[in-house]
Nanobody, 119 residues
Framework: QVQLVESGGGLVQPGGSLKLSCAASGSFFSNYRMGWYRQAPGKQRELVAS???????NYADSVKGRFTISRDNTKNTVYLQMNSLRPEDTAVYYC?????????????WGQGTQVTVSS
């Protein structure tokens, strides 16, 4: 059974940094592309970044150059390093399995981790 548990969120000032982690259970992890998503109040959930099993990455334009996605297949964990944070980055952040063909998340959603950027 697939389970995804996000952690690492918090309150940070504009310009600050946070590193999120997503621990995955199950034997699927190393075979799949993984994505970080976020949902701000009143907005749809959006894909922020994704990483293939081999480490190739893609980013939304809004975070390119500021966020870095990485993964450790030995630990079944995917990370999101967020630098130069802005108030508009405030959202609940989730990870999920990213299906390349459909470009959709296909795993169960975890509880997410709240990121608040505010002075």
């Amino acid at each position: 059974q697939v389970q995804l548990v996000e952690s690492g969120g918090g309150l940070v000032q504009p310009g600050g940094s946070l590193k999120l982690s997503c621990a995955a259970s199950g034997s699927f992890f190393s075979n799949y592309r993984m994505g970080w998503y976020r949902q701000a109040p009143g907005k749809q959930r959006e894909l922020v970044a994704s990483i293939s099993s081999g480490g190739s990455t893609n980013y939304a334009d809004s975070v390119k150059g500021r966020f870095t996605i990485s993964r450790d297949n030995t630990k079944n964990t995917v990370y999101l390093q967020m630098n130069s944070l802005r108030p508009e980055d405030t959202a609940v952040y989730y990870c999920n399995i990213y299906q390349t063909l459909s470009r959709l998340p296909v795993g169960p959603w975890g509880q997410g981790t709240q990121v608040t950027v505010s002075s």
